[in-house]
């Protein structure tokens, strides 16, 4: 099994490359961005309390995203593998994340962190603010995503680097180049295991 975590500030393009790592690798995408987005839809009760947490640009609890994720991971265990988007975010979201992958002896393979300055990421969430219809989408709310990231996503790089597991990709160039860097790190991790 091929499990990744894409992991990178809002507006890296983590969604844009995994649709296209998804294509290439028959992976099962999960992002909780678009998870959680589904449940505010949903206009559920605890759609309603997640709306006003994004709204803001702050975190949904750790528990919260953990429920609404294992219950997708769950049923595909067997699948040729999981691209994690936009989780973890947390230290403790990445312990959520190994202990219900062990359950099933699987784990995380590699992890993706795509590096973008936070002029261009501004500016690109700023371009799809246009059209996207995202209510988190506006200037006060992105600037605080980008320092919430800072604050409680960046320290996972440390985390996953003693792993052994970090591969950053300079994700500042078009989408095809940047999609050619993380096919590169692939395969380089794929040809290490041959060894
Ligand atoms: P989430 O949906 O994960 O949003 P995000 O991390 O802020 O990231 P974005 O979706 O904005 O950007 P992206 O990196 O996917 O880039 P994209 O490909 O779209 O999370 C939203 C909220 O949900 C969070 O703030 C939080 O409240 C909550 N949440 C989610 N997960 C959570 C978790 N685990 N725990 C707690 N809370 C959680 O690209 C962005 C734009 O740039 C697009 O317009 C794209 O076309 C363009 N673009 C992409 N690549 C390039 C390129 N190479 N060059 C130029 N433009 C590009």
């Given amino acids: 099994m091929l499990n990744i975590v894409i992991f990178g500030p809002p507006g890296s393009g983590k969604g844009t490359q995994s649709a296209k790592i998804v294509e290439k690798y028959k992976l099962i995408h999960l992002s909780t961005g678009d998870i959680l987005r589904e449940e505010i839809k949903a206009k559920s009760e605890v759609g309603l309390k997640i709306r006003e947490i994004i709204d803001k640009g702050n975190l949904v609890p750790d528990e919260l995203v953990l429920e609404e994720l294992s219950k997708r991971a769950e049923k595909y265990v067997s699948s040729n593998g999981f691209i994690f988007d936009g989780f973890p975010r947390t230290v403790p979201q990445s312990d959520m994340l190994d202990k219900?992958?062990?359950?099933?002896?699987?784990?995380?393979?590699?992890?993706?962190?795509?590096?973008?300055?936070?002029?261009?990421?501004f500016a690109r969430l700023m371009k799809r603010a246009v059209d996207s219809g995202r209510t988190d989408d506006n200037a006060e709310t992105v600037r605080h995503r980008i320092e919430v990231y800072k604050n409680q996503t960046y320290p996972l790089i440390e985390h996953y680097k003693k792993q052994g597991k970090l591969f950053s990709i300079d994700g500042v160039a078009t989408v095809d180049v940047v999609f050619q860097r993380i096919t590169d790190a692939v395969g380089k991790l794929e040809k290490g295991k041959k060894k």
């Fill in 100 to 121: 219900m992958l062990a359950k099933h002896n699987i784990s995380i393979t590699m992890v993706l962190a795509i590096d973008v300055d936070e002029e261009e990421l």
